[in-house]
């Protein structure tokens, strides 16, 4: 497994995949990287589909403005933000933005532990979202955030990623 730093680093949207099936443990490595992330008051308040049927990843491109590498990819996983769980302890502030900055770093965690076993990701966010919680028949309560593609990428050149420099974006307050 690659140094974390190296897998931000290297880490880039993945948008065409090779057609190679990824293992159920391998799949379970990554999803509980998801369950690593932080959360507010540790209420962890994600859940994930994780989507290996074609048809279904096939209409989830078509209400993902035809995203095709959601096509290509072997697994998808669709990644729910639970408000309700968040609204409990911390009310319209944690329904509203505590439950998807969490969610987020479940996302985040996934994306690099794929990254550090040989998969190639693509974090997609532009989809219709009660049409994807339709999809993947997620019950009300929960909210759409993001879909993570998931595979062995089939791109040959990888451009480096530009990137600010941190004083471009950092003030240091004394």
Request: proline content about 5%; glycine content about 4%.
């Amino acid at each position: 497994m690659k140094d974390v730093m190296e897998c931000m680093r290297d880490t880039h949207a993945v948008r065409q995949f090779k057609q190679v099936e990824i293992d159920d443990e391998t799949i379970a490595k990554v999803l509980e990287a998801g369950c690593y992330a932080p959360s507010a008051g540790n209420l962890q308040p994600w859940y994930f589909f994780v989507v290996k049927n074609s048809k279904v990843r096939q209409r989830l491109a078509e209400v993902s403005f035809e995203q095709s590498q959601l096509e290509e990819a072997p697994v998808a996983i669709v990644i729910m933000a639970d408000p309700s769980r968040s609204n409990e302890r911390y009310g319209e502030r944690g329904a509203q933005l505590y439950c998807l900055q969490d969610t987020a770093a479940a996302a985040e965690n996934i994306l690099l532990a794929a990254n550090s076993l040989g998969l190639g990701t693509c974090w997609v966010g532009a989809f219709d979202e009660p049409k994807v919680q339709e999809i993947v028949e997620a019950p009300p309560r929960l909210r759409a955030v993001a879909i993570i593609c998931l595979g062995y990428s089939d791109e040959e050149v990888v451009i480096p990623k530009e990137r600010l420099r941190v004083a471009e974006v950092t003030k240091i307050i004394h």
